[in-house]
């Protein structure tokens, strides 16, 4: 089984910052695009952002140029630098990976439990 563990989410005012971690683990043999994606109160859960296993990134366009992601294959992790936040950023963040098991014959995708972030003064 894959396990994925988020934690850096909190409570930030305006213009302030957060990072988010995502680890997997259980009995991964290799892991390959990982993603953040968030979902607010009401609204449908969207991409944020995205990262293939050589570092190729994309980014919705409301948070470029405010977020960073960023990933270890070692540690099998996903993180997610968030500057500049504003009160829209405010979701709940689920981290998304794509995950080859060990006597597995191609890649599952696995989510995270999320993480809350909020924005606010």
């Known amino acids: 089984q894959v396990q994925l563990v988020e934690s850096g989410g909190g409570l930030v005012q305006p213009g302030g910052s957060l990072k988010l971690s995502c680890a997997a683990s259980g009995s991964i043999f290799r892991t390959n695009a990982m993603a953040w994606y968030r979902q607010a109160p009401g609204k449908q859960r969207e991409l944020v952002a995205a990262?293939?296993?050589?570092?190729?990134?994309n980014y919705a366009d409301s948070v470029k140029g405010r977020f960073t992601i960023s990933r270890d294959n070692v540690k099998n992790t996903v993180y997610l630098q968030m500057n500049s936040l504003k009160p829209e950023d405010t979701a709940v963040y689920y981290c998304?990976?794509?995950?080859?098991?060990?006597?597995?014959?191609?890649?599952?995708?696995?989510w995270g439990q999320g993480t809350q972030v909020t924005v606010s003064s």
């Open positions: 998304n990976v794509d995950v080859w098991q060990y006597g597995r014959g191609s890649y599952e995708a696995y």
């Open positions: 990262i293939t296993r050589g570092g190729n990134t």
